[in-house]
Each structure stands twice: as structure tokens, then as C-alpha cells.
Nanobody, 135 residues
Framework: QLQLVESGGGLVQPGGSLRLSCAASGFTLNGYGIGWFRQAPGKEREGVSCISSSDGSIYYAESVKGRFTISRDNANNTVYLQMNSLTTEDTAVYYC????????????????????????????WGKGTLVTVSS
């Protein structure tokens, strides 16, 4: 079975931190651009942070810049999203997606458009993990 599985979500107070994990099963993430996306209640899904296939380029949405960090651990076939200084506006279901051979200069477009350079859908999507930020 080829899939991505997110984990690490939960309930956290404002100002707190969480680390989300995106683990690949049935294929290797090496050579894939990876993105974290989120969908808040009543809103459309948006790109949060994405990393290119070579790890040479990283994109962050303005709303999370300076607070979130994306990283890749190829040895464990996992991508992480470290989230600090969380606010209630970060409450959402967080999804990871992967697309093969995303170049450094294409990562921003992938994150914003949620598609590859040819405007094709992401190759793989996880089912999401819920992050709730509440006091």
C-alpha cells in the first residue's frame, strides 16, 4: 500500500508547540517534494510549508513564517513540521502531500497551488491529523 500517514496532532494551548510527522509507506520520500497543508473549519485548504526534492528550497506561508519549521529525515522516510508559538488560528486538519521531482524553483508554486509544475494533482496525500489550539 502506497500512502502517507500523518501523526502528532492534538490539543495544545496557545503559545504551545507540536511536531507533526508524515511517514511514507510503500515508497521512499527521497526524490519527492513534500508539503504540509491545512484546512481550518469553514476555510479552504492552504499551503503551510513545503520542501523541495533536494531539500535545497523551503517555502513558508507568511502566516507561519518564523514559527514553523519543515524538515526531512530520509533515513526514517519521514517529514516533520515543528510548530511553535501556536495560536487559535492554527487550528486545522493538517495534511501532508508528496509530488515526485519537485525542483527548488518550483516549490513555492507547489505549496500555493497544491499541484506540481504541470498543474497535476499531488501524487500522494495523507488523511490528515487534527491540531486544535485552544485555551
Amino acid at each position: 500500500q502506497l500512502q502517507l500517514v500523518e501523526s502528532g496532532g492534538g490539543l495544545v494551548q496557545p503559545g504551545g508547540s507540536l511536531r507533526l510527522s508524515c511517514a511514507a509507506s510503500g515508497f521512499t520520500l527521497n526524490g519527492y517534494g513534500i508539503g504540509w497543508f491545512r484546512q481550518a473549519p469553514g476555510k479552504e485548504r492552504e499551503g503551510v510549508s513545503c520542501i523541495s526534492s533536494s531539500d535545497g528550497s523551503i517555502y513558508y506561508a507568511e502566516s507561519v513564517k518564523g514559527r514553523f519549521t519543515i524538515s526531512r529525515d530520509n533515513a526514517n522516510n519521514t517529514v516533520y513540521l515543528q510548530m511553535n508559538s501556536l495560536t487559535t488560528e492554527d487550528t486545522a486538519v493538517y495534511y501532508c502531500g508528496a509530488d515526485v521531482d519537485v525542483a527548488d524553483n518550483a516549490i513555492q508554486a507547489m505549496c500555493v497551488l497544491q499541484a506540481d509544475a504541470g498543474n497535476h494533482a499531488m501524487d500522494y496525500w495523507g488523511k490528515g491529523t487534527l491540531v486544535t489550539v485552544s485555551s
